[in-house]
Structures are given as structure tokens and as C-alpha cells.
């Protein structure tokens, strides 16, 4: 098992008052009872990326930061629009890239995710490239060839050294906000055709992480069955408590995985 991710997806959720107070109290959970297999991510929205990078840096609790979308251009007539260089500046250093709610809803094409994948990881940040497959496409039987496609067009001209810099979200789109996690063997399926293509592609190492409710109660099945390398969170990161015990799982996951070996 890799060394486990953990990535709380605020969305567009919680003011600039609410995110201190989460972020605030996350980091007062994980100094009582640290975490210390885990790399842990919050990915407020754009405007609380300040006031919660002002909370992580006081706190010093080795939580980093996210940003939930970016724009592929460095500057310019691109109104409601953020860089890169912005996101830098303000101590960003994930990006997620091409989750599905920015592709349905907001017209990013599988072009434009490969491009902004090879932007962030160019400008030395480190990406989650998110791919998943509807129910119709699940349903027809066709999701692992749906997600490796996906993949190939991503990561297709991704320079060496970026490489380094990605790792993916298998995330179902019938999965996500729906409370109907996918099942620990579906999600060991995908992971092992993404990994194969992983390896294909040069990415072998890779983290791959799973997002779609995912819970407390269906983590560690996720990562010791369905050999997931941690989560994209999304409603759960909502709360304190249960983003922390996400984290916690893994933690004890990672050290279940270490022993065996
Ligand atoms: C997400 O949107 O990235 C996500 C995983 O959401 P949720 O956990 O709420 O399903």
C-alpha cells in the first residue's frame, strides 16, 4: 500500500468564518491524535483559501493545501477566472483536475483536463486527476474501458518529471453524493485496470484514491479490499469528526498493510 492520501473536497460550501472554524477544528483532532501515515488535504473554495492557509500555518498541524479547480491560463482577459500563480502564491500545492461535477456542468472537456493537468504539474504543483464513469456506462459494462480511456487522454504528453506530481481519484459519478459508496470489490476492479494503465503510462507508483461517500464506516474496506490509497471526500470532510476519522482509518489501515508485509 502506498502512503495514504486523504483529501477533504469542501465544494462550494462553508464562508471564510465557517472554513477557519473547520479547519480549525480538524487540526485540534489530529494534534490530540495525530495521524502521522497520513497525507491529509483540505480543498476549501477559492474565496476561504487565505483564511485557512493562515489557520494551517499557525497551526503548524502538517495538513496542506488544495484548491478544487484552476484555470489552464496563466493570465488575461478570463473573468471569474484563477491562475496558477495565484494559487502558488497563496501556499496551494493540490490542485484537483477535471472532477466530474466541472466536467458535466461546466463544459471541461477531456482536452482541457490534460491540459490543465499538464499546467498544474509543469508549474511544479501536484494534481488529482479525477476520472469516473456514469451508471448508463456502468450499467452497459463498459466503465473500466471508459476510466482507461479517460486516463490516456489525461495523461497523454505528460513529461517525465510531472509524472511524479499526479496521482487519480477513481471517482463513480452514481457514487458520488448519493450515499451509495461503490462496493469494495468494484472499486478493486478499477483499481486494478487504472493501475495497469498506470503502468503503462509511466505513472506506476502512483496513488490512486477513491471518492464517491465514502464514510468512516466503509474506509477501511475500501483500502484493505478494494486497495484503495485513500479518498477524496467529499460531504464527509464537511464535519470535523467524520473527515478525521476517515483519516484515522487509514492510518490504522496503512499500519494493518505494513505488518502483513
Ligand atoms: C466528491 O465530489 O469528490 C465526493 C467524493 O463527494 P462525496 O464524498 O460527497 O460523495
Redesign the pocket.
Known amino acids: 500500500m502506498n502512503r495514504p492520501l486523504v483529501i477533504g ?1 469542501w ?1 462550494m460550501n462553508l464562508d471564510f468564518v465557517e472554513a477557519v472554524h473547520l479547519c480549525q477544528q480538524i487540526t485540534v483532532l489530529l494534534k490530540n491524535q495525530p495521524a502521522p501515515h497520513v497525507d491529509v488535504v483540505v480543498a476549501p473554495p477559492f474565496v476561504d483559501l487565505r483564511s485557512v492557509a493562515s489557520v494551517l500555518e499557525a497551526e503548524r498541524a502538517g495538513i496542506a493545501l488544495g484548491a478544487q479547480h484552476v484555470n489552464v491560463h496563466e493570465a488575461g482577459a478570463h473573468t471569474g477566472e484563477v491562475s496558477l500563480g495565484m494559487l502558488a502564491r497563496l501556499g496551494v500545492s493540490w490542485v ?1 483536475v477535471g ?3 466541472r466536467r458535466a456542468h461546466y463544459a471541461m472537456s477531456e482536452e482541457l483536463v490534460g491540459a490543465t493537468l499538464r499546467s498544474v504539474t509543469r508549474g511544479s504543483l501536484n494534481a488529482v486527476l ?1 476520472v469516473g464513469e456514469d451508471e448508463a456506462v456502468r450499467d452497459a459494462g463498459e466503465h473500466l474501458d471508459y476510466v482507461r480511456a479517460q486516463l490516456r487522454s489525461a495523461l497523454s504528453g505528460l513529461e517525465a518529471p510531472a509524472r511524479e506530481r499526479v496521482c487519480v ?1 477513481y ?1 463513480p459519478i452514481w ?4 450515499g451509495r ?1 461503490a462496493s469494495a470489490s468494484q472499486v478493486a476492479e478499477m483499481m486494478g485496470a487504472i493501475r495497469d494503465e498506470l503502468a503503462e503510462r509511466g505513472l506506476g507508483g502512483a496513488r490512486v484514491l477513491y ?4 464514510t468512516a464506516d466503509n474506509a477501511a474496506s475500501l483500502v484493505l479490499e478494494g486497495s484503495a490509497d485513500g ?7 464537511l464535519k470535523a469528526d467524520s473527515f478525521v476519522a476517515i483519516v484515522r482509518t487509514c492510518d490504522d489501515c496503512y499500519a494493518v498493510s505494513a505488518n502483513r508485509r
Open positions: 473536497n465544494k484537483l472532477h466530474s461535477e479525477c481519484a471517482e457514487a458520488i453524493g448519493t459508496s471518492g464517491g461517500s465514502a479518498f477524496l471526500v467529499g460531504g464527509a470532510s
